[in-house]
């Protein structure tokens, strides 16, 4: 047998065992119960519009505040991880690999049981505050080392020529570096964004009060109140939709990098 019908007989068995997957399925599963339990219209019309304007509203601004706070520290971090002073780079360095080596969970906990218990310490806007907080220690280790990298892949010819031309480090830095760095990690910062998007999910364990609850938080209430699974399909489809776009646009950046390289 030739090569070339060698891979046309694998193709045909793969499409026949998928074929015959999708058959099985659909002569042993209970539909009606499926249907009934995931994707009831009633309970699914209970949710709305609180689902959206309340829920999935507080997902994008965690998600928002997170991330940019996460961005302006993760810089921070990086910029001491390069540094020439010795303990700066220390400090980032056990900053970076402690909470990236942490759970978010955990790290959340911290922020929202931990510390307060410890220090007697009230977190902004309650246990929300405190997520968020957690979230943003977590992005910005993450972040960190995204625009580490991004700043190392700048050439080096670049800031020679900036310092050629009598700016100073800092400057150079500022005004060359950074840009181009940025431009290079936009598809993984972005990549990040999705990951916090998914991450705020984690709020769902804590206490949080009816105006402050996420998406996940807002299906498992529902879930319980309603006796069914839809809320978790209607949560599962707002991360999608919030996420899909971004996933998209990520594809979209890095064949653009790809053609510019």
Request: aromatic fraction near 10%.
């Amino acid at each position: 047998m030739r090569r070339r019908q060698r891979q046309r007989l694998v193709r045909g068995l793969l499409y026949a065992s998928f074929l015959a997957a999708v058959a099985v399925l659909v002569l042993i599963g209970d539909w009606e119960t499926v249907a009934s339990e995931f994707f009831d219209l009633d309970t699914a019309r209970g949710m709305f519009p609180e689902v959206v304007t309340l829920a999935a509203r507080n997902t994008v601004i965690y998600t928002a505040l997170a991330f940019a706070f996460g961005l302006m520290f993760g810089l921070l971090l990086a910029l001491m991880k390069l540094s020439p002073i010795a303990p700066y780079r220390w400090l980032a360095t056990i900053y970076i690999e402690t909470f990236r080596g942490l759970p978010a969970l955990l790290t959340i906990m911290l922020f929202a049981f931990g510390i307060p218990i410890a220090f007697q310490w009230q977190p902004p806007f309650g246990f929300a505050g405190a997520g968020v907080i957690g979230l943003i220690v977590v992005a910005a280790a993450y972040i960190a080392e995204t625009l580490r990298a991004g700043i190392e892949a700048v050439p080096k010819g670049q800031v020679e020529a900036a310092r050629s031309l009598g700016m100073s480090p800092a400057w150079a830095m500022v005004s060359v570096v950074l840009p181009q760095a940025v431009r290079i990690v936009i598809p993984p910062l972005t990549n990040e964004l999705v990951l916090l998007i998914k991450d705020t999910s984690l709020l769902a364990l804590l206490a949080v009060t009816a105006t402050t609850r996420e998406l996940t938080n807002f299906a498992r209430v529902e879930l319980f109140d309603a006796a069914n699974a839809t809320p978790l399909v209607i949560a599962g489809a707002l991360y999608v939709a919030i996420t899909i776009p971004l996933t998209q646009l990520v594809a979209v950046l890095e064949r653009r990098n790809a053609r510019s390289r």
